[in-house]
């Protein structure tokens, strides 16, 4: 178990980037700026204000942070010099650390994809980070999550594109691995220790 | 001679065609890229999502490797040049998790004092190089070609201090050293949708769309990008786009080194144009 969180606020800021919300002046620049903001549950300027709140459940089981595009849009506009994008981050980090990221998108299943493969190979590439989402997708449909099915259908559609690119020597199917994978390791297991 | 730490990137990696040309036109510069050696994926956007402390680390472990060779970092991938300017700072920023890495490293035989200059290759080009030395270089000057320059997000944002974060013009300056006419293109810095093409593949081509139409509609006949991700979905999507939104665009993508290459008058098989999706041929045929 993790230690027990007393304050949700506190908890955002241990995070970097998560430590500026407490400068944020509700002026809703960052919302007006993201281009995704529309899709989100509530928007970067409402999520702010619901961390100072502590409405822990509410913002980490949200999808707000997931539409994140990183494109700094918001923090380079920022009168107040938050950074917006890295504390979608640290929400994003939250979310699953306590296992509550959103299934309602499959963004959070393709991060953990790439991830299983950057740690396994060092390297990340099109191809085995393709086949390592569509198998966490398949784990995800057989615990009976109907958008994991939708999912896989469409990656079906994206056969096409690959192809292209594969015939066009644009996609390397042989995994590409660094040489010093243990010495990696060692730095990762000593992270997480 | 400058030499400088060359960080390729898993784009890089796999798909050859950016990282060729930069490799054919920068000994043209006197610019010698010695890629660093054993370096690891940068953890993109996914590791900073999924877990902050670990990912710092991967990308330390790059950084750590980089300060073995005494030079400075160069990316040609935007993305990289965000994830890799981020560590160090948050490094030089939060001792906690300076502390933690350090440890980490040291696990791997490794340490990290601190102060790699990341670069990105579309600066050292501005910065180190100059427009004018690159239009010494010139030889067959791309007149009349008519190019949208797409910075896209991350080689201007967050604010890393060499170009407008909204309303760059150093890409702009350079196509016009070459010869060419940098046409208007409000949307050049918006962000093409990135990672999220797979998660959100609907989503993406809209932003997808919005580009291109911007992009034509300033007069464009081509858009050139420094970015392997805004490169992806621009060139390779362009097509399903066109399908969905009942489009009829044909306008090639190009990385800024071919683009280079083709003015300084690098043999076009160098270039690896024939690998693009949306062939150049028409409309770089005279310059070919």
């Known amino acids: 178990m993790k230690e027990i969180v007393t304050g949700f606020a506190e908890e955002v800021c241990s995070i970097p980037g998560g430590e500026t919300i407490h400068k944020c002046i509700q002026c809703g620049v960052c919302s007006g700026s993201c281009p995704n903001a529309d899709l989100m549950d509530y928007s970067p300027r409402k999520l702010i204000a619901m961390v100072r709140s502590g409405m822990r459940e509410e913002v980490l089981s949200s999808n707000s942070m997931w539409y994140c595009l990183t494109c700094y849009l918001c923090t380079v506009r920022c009168p107040r010099g938050i950074k917006p994008t890295e504390l979608m981050h640290a929400l994003e980090c939250l979310a699953v650390r306590h296992d509550l990221a959103t299934r309602r998108t499959t963004t959070p299943i393709v991060y953990q994809s790439f991830v299983d493969i950057l740690t396994r190979n060092g390297r990340v590439h099109e191809v085995d980070f393709i086949f390592r989402y569509y198998l966490n997708l398949y784990r995800l449909f057989l615990r009976m999550k109907p958008l994991a099915a939708l999912k896989m259908v469409a990656l079906a559609f994206m056969t096409p594109v690959a192809l292209k690119l594969f015939g066009r020597g644009r996609l390397a199917f042989k995994a590409k691995r660094i040489k010093r994978r243990r010495e990696l390791n060692a730095i990762l297991n000593t992270a997480r220790s | ?288």
């Not at chain 2, 796999?14 to 010698?32: F, G, H, K, N, W």
């Not at chain 2, 996914?46 to 991967?58: D, F």
């Not at chain 2, 196509?175 to 060419?180: N, P, R, V, Y």
């Not at chain 2, 081509?222 to 992806?232: D, F, G, K, S, Y």
Request: proline share 5%.
């Open chain 2, 1 to 288: 001679m400058r030499s400088y730490a060359l960080f390729p990137g898993c784009s890089g990696d796999a798909d050859t065609m950016y990282y060729r040309s930069a490799q054919a036109v920068c000994p043209l510069l006197d610019i010698e890229l010695i890629e660093i050696e054993d370096w690891n994926c940068c953890g993109a956007t996914p590791y900073i999502s999924i877990n902050n402390l670990e990912a710092t680390c991967v990308a330390a472990r790059n950084l750590a490797l980089a300060q073995k060779t005494g030079l400075d970092l160069v990316t040609s991938c935007s993305c990289c040049y965000v994830i890799q300017n981020q560590t160090d700072s948050h490094l030089r920023e939060y001792p906690e998790l300076r502390e933690k890495v350090s440890e980490a490293l040291a696990a791997g035989g490794l340490q990290y004092q601190g102060g790699v200059r990341v670069r990105h290759l579309l600066e050292i080009l501005v910065n180190d190089v100059g427009y004018e030395a690159i239009s010494s270089k010139v030889k067959k000057g791309l007149e009349g070609l008519k190019v949208a320059c797409y910075y896209g997000c991350l080689v201007v944002r967050p604010k890393l201090g060499f170009d407008d974060p909204e309303f760059p013009q150093s890409l702009d300056r350079l196509m016009e050293s070459l010869g060419a006419e940098p046409t208007p293109f409000h949307l050049k810095s918006r962000c093409c949708g990135g990672a999220l093409i797979l998660p959100e593949e609907g989503l993406v081509q809209g932003l997808i769309h919005k580009l291109l139409e911007n992009a034509l509609a300033g007069g464009a006949e081509c858009i050139v990008t420094v970015c392997p991700l805004c490169h992806t979905n621009l060139d390779a999507y362009q097509a399903k786009v066109n399908r969905r939104f009942k489009t009829n665009y044909h306008l090639p993508v190009l990385y800024l080194p071919q683009l280079m290459g083709l003015a300084f008058g690098i043999d076009s098989g160098s270039l690896d144009l024939e690998k693009l999706m949306i062939s150049p041929k028409k409309v770089l045929e005279s310059f070919y």
